[in-house]
């Protein structure tokens, strides 16, 4: 993992040092929307939980056509999963929610089809998520060594989690933009469940944050 994470660290510090960054022509907005996010060999059962994302953005041109941008972001974002698995209803941890909720720092490169005004475009880069907090509802009981019953979050949700994001979507104007995004983890969201006592075979399988968002930006003149 360090070295993928050294890889695109490497890429992203190559774009910005050999793009022709023009800080004078920043433009910001104001972003926001919805998400649907799972989380893969997790809890069992498992579902998507439904959240939001909102913050801000800047749109840096490295080109002089209009075309080109880096635009990086600090957003308030929530994933994480439920326990709703279509086809497990009534199982024990059915009811179960692990609400995630995050500063993510987004840092796309951005490319215009063309130079129009009203065009779509698309997105790419890395996303860096700082933990605020895990809201857990409803999850089962587990046991201690003496079989004791205890309350527990059955899996701590990492303090930082690292992923890349892709993305499609059109511009009016260059003003009034939306946007789709698919997120994928890179790192383990739930490195503690690794060590539960389950006959679950995914158990031992990296944990996998996957985020799905439409969002709205307005970005100011």
């Given at each position: 993992?360090?070295n ?11 774009t910005?040092?050999s ?7 920043t433009?910001f ?5 919805g998400t649907?996010?799972?989380v ?11 959240s ?22 600090i957003?308030?974002?929530?994933a ?5 698995d ?5 199982a024990?941890?059915y ?5 995630n ?7 796309y490169?951005k490319?215009?089809?063309?130079e129009?005004?009203?065009?779509f ?9 700082f933990?605020?907090?895990?809201n857990?509802?409803n999850?089962p009981?587990?046991?201690t060594?003496e079989?004791d ?7 701590k949700a990492?303090?930082f989690?690292f992923?890349v994001g ?13 946007t789709?995004r698919y ?14 006592q ?5 158990v031992?399988?990296?944990?996998s ?11 100011f003149?």
């Amino acid at each position: 993992m360090k070295n993928k994470l050294f890889v695109v660290s490497a890429l992203c510090a190559a774009t910005f040092f050999s793009a022709q960054i023009d800080l004078r022509n920043t433009r910001f907005g104001i972003t926001g929307g919805g998400t649907y996010s799972r989380v893969s060999n997790a809890h069992n059962p498992s579902g998507p939980i439904y959240s939001g994302f909102g913050g801000v953005l800047a749109l840096i041109p490295v080109d002089n056509n209009d075309q080109f941008y880096i635009q990086p972001g600090i957003e308030y974002l929530g994933a994480g999963e439920t326990g709703k698995d279509k086809d497990l209803k009534g199982a024990v941890g059915y009811d179960a929610v692990y609400a995630n909720n995050y500063i993510s720092v987004p840092l796309y490169f951005k490319g215009y089809f063309s130079e129009a005004e009203s065009e779509f475009f698309g997105l790419a880069g890395p996303k860096f998520n700082f933990l605020i907090n895990q809201n857990v509802k409803n999850a089962p009981l587990r046991y201690t060594e003496e079989g004791d019953p205890e309350t527990g979050i059955n899996g701590k949700a990492a303090s930082f989690n690292f992923g890349v994001g892709l993305g499609i979507g059109f511009s009016y104007k260059r003003m009034l933009e939306v946007t789709g995004r698919y997120d994928i983890g890179l790192t383990n969201t739930y490195k503690g469940l690794m060590n539960e006592q389950t006959n679950d075979p995914n158990v031992s399988k990296k944990k996998s944050e996957q985020v799905l968002s439409v969002g709205l930006s307005y970005i100011f003149q």
